[in-house]
């Protein structure tokens, strides 16, 4: 077994470690990298060099996708706490923050928002398109003639960035994933405590969230602001439960600052604060306070951001921005693409927002009973706006499963969801923009399945790691599972 004498936490190192030496050559690189150009290590971009270094990335995704699910069955088994779950997760990022994003390009597309902005124009009615340069050349091609989609607090990190870096896109990428970094750190530290209060097991949970391959190996690696909005959101649920609901609440907004479906949240959350304030008998009266309390710190945080980030509210009305893209995650999308008439991508679309708004009425009045439920319901409620928004990418995935690792997962709804990030990661071109072939899809949906299998598969565990006595089947947790 590949894993005889070795611990999970080093091999999964290797891989990401391998799979950092890829990116720089098969990754998305700047199309100016003043890294390697010039150099004979430039080679590793083109032709024969190019295949090598994609071999090698994939090899480090096959050993962190591999150690990843023995780390979940030494989970399982009792022998790994929350330290350890944490401490490899910063070791198998840590590689990856200096090296060129993975499977997306949205780094650089948020540099070259950040230009606008830190030009003087609205990032919000302006594109980056109007203002050529080493920035804005890197961006994907579609979203130079975009509008920014993204929250004020996401603008106000971007400029502050630039402001420091200019036109120097190395250091500017790498402060800007560092600083979204950030979010990594606060759900490893606000998701244990969480799990502690609602009951679930905390070194699952973070096995599940910040571990993922698909969060390390596209959200971290990425830079996407999705780990800074998961991270606050993490942190304002934690806050809202334990501590200050009210100050918890300002803080998911913050979290809704960055990129807007965190907001899908907040009327679950809402609930939690209702059931302190009432004692656990939520009546009309004590609501309406309470909503009248949330909406003041709703309008006072987005107000202080907004001016902080000198915006106004027009990222409201460009959210539907990436509308222009048609991917297969996208429950409407997919239908109105396979039936092909005219307009019946619209349509299914239009179709999808209804359904999306009934589901989130019916789910949120459905968590009103306790905390638990309420966390369940904002879970749920994410997950729905997922797959019925008219875009999904595979790392939106990431938001629902933040806080669905809370509830009681079977052991073979775990080896789903592993099976499902697994594939995730590997539907995209490591590039971001090229697509990959028939056979690819075929080979990496296999390996995404084994995967899956060998997370349902105790002998794996046992036969890379011997001390362990028999596995045991998951903790109960108080939350049933969704």
Not at 16 to 23: E, K, Q, R
Not at 170 to 195: D, H, N, Q, Y
Not at 202 to 221: D, G, H, I, K, Q
Not at 325 to 350: D, F, M, N, Q, Y
Request: charged share 10%; net charge positive; glycine share 10%.
């Amino acid at each position: 077994m590949i894993f005889a004498g070795k611990s999970a936490t080093a091999v999964g190192l290797y891989g990401t470690v391998f799979a950092s030496l890829g990116a720089f050559g098969a990754g998305a690189t700047l199309r100016h990298d003043p890294v390697l150009s010039g150099t004979v290590l430039s080679a590793v971009r083109f032709g024969h060099g190019r295949t090598l270094a994609t071999a090698v990335l994939y090899l480090g995704i096959f050993l962190l996708v591999l150690s990843w699910v023995r780390l979940g069955h030494s989970v399982r088994a009792g022998r790994t706490s929350t330290r350890d779950v944490v401490r490899a997760t910063w070791l198998w990022c840590a590689p990856l923050l200096c090296a060129p994003p993975l499977f997306s390009t949205d780094l650089y597309t948020y540099l070259a928002q950040g230009v606008v902005a830190s030009a003087g124009l609205d990032p919000y009615t302006h594109v980056p398109a109007e203002l050529p340069g080493p920035a804005t050349d890197n961006a994907a091609g579609g979203w130079l003639h975009i509008p920014s989609p993204y929250g004020p607090l996401h603008i106000l990190i971007v400029k502050s960035v630039l402001s420091l870096t200019g036109d120097n896109l190395v250091l500017g990428a790498f402060l800007t994933r560092l600083a979204m970094t950030t979010g990594l750190a606060l759900t490893c530290f606000a998701l244990p405590i969480l799990c502690r209060r609602l009951g679930a097991q905390p070194e699952r949970a973070l096995w599940m969230t910040v571990a993922n391959p698909l969060m390390v190996l596209c959200v971290v690696s990425g830079g996407h602001n999705d780990l800074l909005m998961i991270g606050l959101l993490i942190a304002g649920t934690t806050v809202m439960i334990t501590t200050v609901p009210g100050f918890g609440l300002a803080v998911v907004v913050l979290a809704a600052a960055v990129k807007a479906p965190a907001a899908v949240a907040l009327p679950f959350l809402l609930w939690t604060w209702e059931i302190r304030r009432s004692g656990g008998r939520i009546m009309l009266r004590s609501y309406v306070s309470t909503l009248a309390a949330a909406v003041s710190i709703v309008v006072v945080t987005f107000g202080l951001c907004s001016i902080a980030a000198d915006v106004d509210l027009g990222w409201i009305r460009s959210m539907s921005a990436n509308s222009t893209l048609e991917p297969w995650l996208s429950i409407p999308t997919a239908v109105g693409k396979i039936l092909g008439a005219g307009g019946a991508v619209a349509v299914c679309r239009a179709v999808g927002w209804v359904a999306l708004a009934g589901i989130l009425m019916w789910l949120w009045w459905r968590s009103r009973a306790s905390d638990a439920d309420a966390v369940r319901g904002a879970a749920a409620g994410l997950l729905a706006t997922v797959v019925l928004a008219p875009v999904a990418l595979p790392w939106y995935f990431t938001w629902p499963l933040a806080l669905g690792s809370l509830a009681a997962w079977p052991i073979s709804r775990v080896a789903l969801v592993a099976a499902g990030s697994t594939w995730l990661v590997v539907s995209t071109h490591p590039d971001g923009q090229t697509l990959l072939p028939a056979w690819g899809f075929v080979a990496l949906a296999v390996f995404s399945a084994g995967a899956g299998v060998l997370t349902l598969d105790g002998k794996f565990a046992r036969s890379g790691d011997r001390r362990g006595g028999r596995l045991r089947e998951s903790v109960i947790h108080r939350i049933p599972p969704p």
